[in-house]
C-alpha cells in the first residue's frame, strides 16, 4: 500500500504534539523580565522537547522520502512511535516543573529511550520490506548515531537518580548531535 496516508497522519500528529506543549507554557504574572525567570525550567524542557519533535519530524519526513510503499507492520511500528512521541508533553511539563527531580528526568528518558526503540523498528521492518539493497538500507547503514543515542538516554536514566542535571546535559547532547543534518537519506537517494 502506499505511504501518503502515514506520512499525512504523522504529521497531523506530530503538530498536535507541539501544540500541546507550548499550550503547557503558562504566562507570566507580573510585567518585567523577573516575572519570567519562574518559568525558566519549564521553558527549557519545552526547548529541548520541541527540538526532539523537530528531530523525529525531520528524519521521518527522510525516511519515508526513501520509501515507495508500507504495509501493516510498518503501520503498526509508525503508531508505536507516534505514541512514545505522544508522551512527550506529559513528561516536558513533569520535568519542567519539578525542576529535574529525579524521577520526571528519568522518566523524560525513557520516554526519549523507547521513541528511539521505536523509530529502530519502523526503520528495520521498512528495510525489510523493500530490501538490503533499497535506498533506505543503504542510507542507515549500521545506524551508529541511532545506537550511540539509545546509550546516551541509558546513561542518562541511570543518572538521574544521582545527578539529574547530568542526564539533562546527555538528553541535551544527544538532541544537539542530531542536529547536525544527516546527509545519508538524500546521499542515498542521489545514488
Same mark, same amino acid.
Given at each position: 500500500?502506499?505511504?501518503?496516508?502515514?506520512?499525512?497522519?504523522?504529521?497531523?500528529?506530530?503538530?498536535?504534539?507541539?501544540?500541546?506543549?507550548?499550550?503547557?507554557? %503558562?504566562?507570566?504574572?507580573?510585567?518585567?523580565?523577573?516575572?519570567?525567570?519562574?518559568?525558566?525550567?519549564?521553558?527549557?524542557?519545552?526547548?529541548?522537547?520541541?527540538?526532539?519533535?523537530?528531530?523525529?519530524?525531520?528524519?521521518?519526513?527522510?525516511?519515508?522520502?526513501?520509501?515507495? %510503499?508500507?504495509?501493516?507492520?510498518?503501520?503498526?511500528?509508525?503508531?508505536?512511535?507516534?505514541?512514545?512521541?505522544?508522551?512527550?508533553?506529559?513528561?516536558?511539563?513533569?520535568?519542567?516543573?519539578?525542576?529535574?527531580?529525579?524521577?520526571?528526568?528519568?522518566?523524560?528518558?525513557?520516554?526519549?529511550?523507547?521513541?528511539?526503540?521505536?523509530?529502530?523498528?519502523?526503520?528495520?521492518?521498512?528495510?525489510?520490506?523493500?530490501?538490503?539493497?533499497?535506498?533506505? &538500507?543503504?542510507?542507515?547503514?549500521?545506524?551508529?548515531?541511532?545506537?550511540?543515542?539509545?546509550?546516551?538516554?541509558?546513561?542518562?536514566?541511570?543518572?538521574?537518580?544521582?545527578?539529574?542535571?547530568?542526564?539533562?546535559?546527555?538528553?541535551?547532547?544527544? &538532541?544537539?548531535?542530531?542536529?547536525?543534518?544527516?546527509?545519508?537519506?538524500?546521499?542515498?537517494?542521489?545514488?
Amino acid at each position: 500500500m502506499g505511504k501518503g496516508r502515514v506520512e499525512a497522519f504523522s504529521d497531523g500528529v506530530i503538530a498536535i504534539i507541539i501544540t500541546i506543549m507550548v499550550l503547557e507554557l %503558562k504566562v507570566p504574572e507580573g510585567f518585567d523580565l523577573a516575572a519570567l525567570r519562574p518559568m525558566l525550567p519549564v521553558f527549557c524542557a519545552y526547548v529541548l522537547s520541541f527540538i526532539y519533535v523537530g528531530i523525529y519530524w525531520n528524519n521521518h519526513h527522510h525516511m519515508f522520502h526513501a520509501v515507495q %510503499k508500507v504495509n501493516g507492520a510498518v503501520l503498526w511500528a509508525n503508531l508505536h512511535l507516534l505514541f512514545w512521541l505522544s508522551l512527550l508533553p506529559a513528561v516536558t511539563h513533569w520535568v519542567g516543573q519539578n525542576h529535574l527531580a529525579s524521577w520526571p528526568t528519568a522518566m523524560y528518558g525513557v520516554v526519549l529511550f523507547m521513541a528511539a526503540i521505536a523509530y529502530f523498528i519502523l526503520t528495520r521492518l521498512l528495510i525489510r520490506e523493500h530490501g538490503k539493497e533499497s535506498a533506505i &538500507a543503504k542510507a542507515v547503514g549500521n545506524d551508529f548515531k541511532g545506537k550511540v543515542s539509545v546509550a546516551i538516554y541509558l546513561a542518562g536514566i541511570g543518572l538521574a537518580s544521582i545527578a539529574p542535571w547530568a542526564s539533562a546535559v546527555l538528553y541535551t547532547l544527544a &538532541a544537539a548531535w542530531w542536529l547536525v543534518p544527516d546527509r545519508r537519506i538524500e546521499h542515498a537517494l542521489e545514488a
